[in-house]
């Protein structure tokens, strides 16, 4: 994305696998901070190559970043959302914006992401705010956020109690798919979490990482993390998961999820519904950690999720080079649902969720 004013680089690390806490000075990096005046996010597209920071203070920067996965993952879109409140009403003030101009830039704001509902709830959290001026609406934000990671934390132990009680196995074998960390919220992870917890209690011996094409975040962002924790992973061709799993070389997988519908269907990273069929074959637990944000109880099903379609040519292409013919089209849906009968468990912050 062209650099501008209001959307610009604030530092490049060079980086690389290995530990950078020393590099970096934080163990954990933060997908967002609000910086009193903009919002500083750590570009997910540059990882695991780069540490790079964008200065964003403009809603419409933020779209842009959102939709080319700067900044992604459910929970942390959910703060990012409703930081881009604060975006949009200080360009509103500092310009004199019409009331329109405003709604139009928040309307834009919440649909940047269609499937992932908490985008569209932080918008909304925040927006509901306006009234009562800005720190009103950064409050908001700010509560989301220790919430969120609160949230997660919670996940973390609910969940490694529920894996630990449907397996036999010690240490666990866990495949993974997408990223579902620090980097996809605001702190610690929803699945990720998961993992991080039973890695804490001793009980993982390896976690097979897909590494979910087209963007990858598999193996450029979840190894990172895990490799940052010291867990130990590896990467695997997506098309290599349920083979794995059949195999008997996975005890567990654990997903995270951007929409559940009210009957319990789950909207995630494409390939994820490939794993949970796999899982049912072998009769091995298919576990979705997500906080209790992400249920919609006004989405009845999953045929009722909307399921966003990138661009084609994302999945015509690796690392910006062709790797298809020219003028063959590509199909690329962002996500796709699991039936509820196939998940063994949903983990929120409350609990398992039955």
Known sequence: MRASRSFRRAQSTVIGYGPIMAETGDPEPRPLVWTGTSLRLLDQT?????LVHLEVDDPDE???AIRRLAVRGAPALGVAGAFGVALALRRAERD?????????????????????????????AAAACIPDGLAAVLAVAERLAAEDEAANRAIGRHGADGVLARTTRRPL????????GSLATAGWGTALGVIR?????????????????PLLQG??????????????????????????????????????????????????????????????????????????STIDPDTPAGADIP????????????AGH?????????????????????????????????
């Open 46 to 50: 540059a990882l695991p190559a780069a």
């Open 62 to 64: 933020l779209v842009a």
């Open 96 to 124: 004199g914006w019409e009331p329109g101009r405003l709604d139009a830039a928040l309307g834009r704001l919440r649909g940047a992401r269609p499937t992932a509902l908490a985008l569209a709830a932080g918008v909304d």
């Open 173 to 180: 074998r866990v495949l993974t798919h997408c990223n579902t």
């Open 197 to 213: 917890e039973l890695h804490a209690r001793g009980a993982v011996e390896v976690v097979h990482v897909d590494e979910t094409r």
């Open 219 to 292: 193996s450029r962002l979840t190894a990172w993390e895990l490799a940052r924790a010291g867990i130990d992973c590896r990467i695997q061709a997506d098309g290599a998961a349920a083979g794995a799993i059949l195999r008997g070389l996975v005890d567990v997988a654990l997903v995270g999820a951007d929409r559940i519908a009210a009957n319990g269907d789950v909207a995630n990273k494409v390939g994820t519904v490939g794993i949970a069929l796999a899982c049912a074959y072998a009769d091995i637990p298919f576990v979705v950690a997500a906080s209790r």
């Open 307 to 318: 399921i966003e379609e990138r661009d084609g040519a994302e999945v015509l292409a690796l």
């Open 322 to 354: 062709p790797i298809a013919p020219p003028g063959v089209r590509g199909f690329n849906p962002a996500f796709d649902v699991t039936p509820a009968h196939l998940v063994t468990l949903l983990v929120t912050e409350d609990g398992i969720v039955t």
